[in-house]
């Protein structure tokens, strides 16, 4: 397994506000398959994703904040004390997902597929959900019908670094 780690000060020392991340920021990652990597301690801001595929990825106390994701997949992937805030998701799928101890919360998904996982999670985070794919919950068709119209909206109305070996991973994978 492939791992890029920065490592963050001991939790147990230090406010989470004052750990140090490897950012990576107003960058874009394109056309990318992304096998067994580890991401740990990293922040991505205003970062856009076009077609990436992350696979049996691991996102351990990592941030991403103001991103864009578009037509990419997690497939597999373990999210473990990261928060994921203010990103746009269009066209994405989320498979088979674990989120430990993590937080996706004021996010869009737009045409995004999720695993139930995912779909459990991102109820808490007030996030805003457009023409989703939610878990099959052996619904039948009247009854699908009947819940689009009774449809809820969820729609509510430290000085950096660049991280320059992340970034180059990313770009060459």
């Known amino acids: 397994m492939t791992s890029l780690t920065q490592f963050l000060e001991p939790v147990f020392k230090t406010e989470i506000e004052k750990a140090q991340y490897e950012v990576i920021e ?3 990652i394109k056309a990318s398959n ?5 991401v740990s301690g990293s922040l991505f ?4 994703f076009t077609g990436v595929t992350f696979e049996s990825c691991v996102f351990f106390a ?6 864009i994701f578009i037509d990419c997949k997690f497939i597999d992937c373990k999210f473990e004390f990261s ?5 746009n998701f269009n066209s994405v799928s989320f498979e088979n997902c674990t989120w430990d101890f993590s937080t996706i919360k ?3 998904f737009n045409h995004a597929k999720m695993c139930l996982k995912t779909h459990t999670l991102q109820q808490k985070g007030l996030n805003k959900l ?3 794919l939610l878990p099959d919950l052996d619904m039948g068709w009247e009854e699908a019908l009947h819940q689009e119209e009774n449809k809820v909206s969820m729609e509510v109305p430290e000085k950096t670094q660049w991280g320059t070996s992340l970034l180059n991973f990313l770009k060459a994978a």
Do not use: A, K, Q
Not at 45 to 48: M, Q, R
């Open 26 to 28: 107003n960058e874009v």
């Open 34 to 38: 992304l096998n067994g990597l580890t």
């Open 45 to 48: 801001s205003l970062t856009t």
């Open 62 to 67: 990592t941030r991403l904040e103001n991103c």
């Open 83 to 87: 928060h994921i805030t203010n990103c």
């Open 106 to 108: 004021s996010n869009d």
């Open 130 to 132: 457009t023409n989703c």
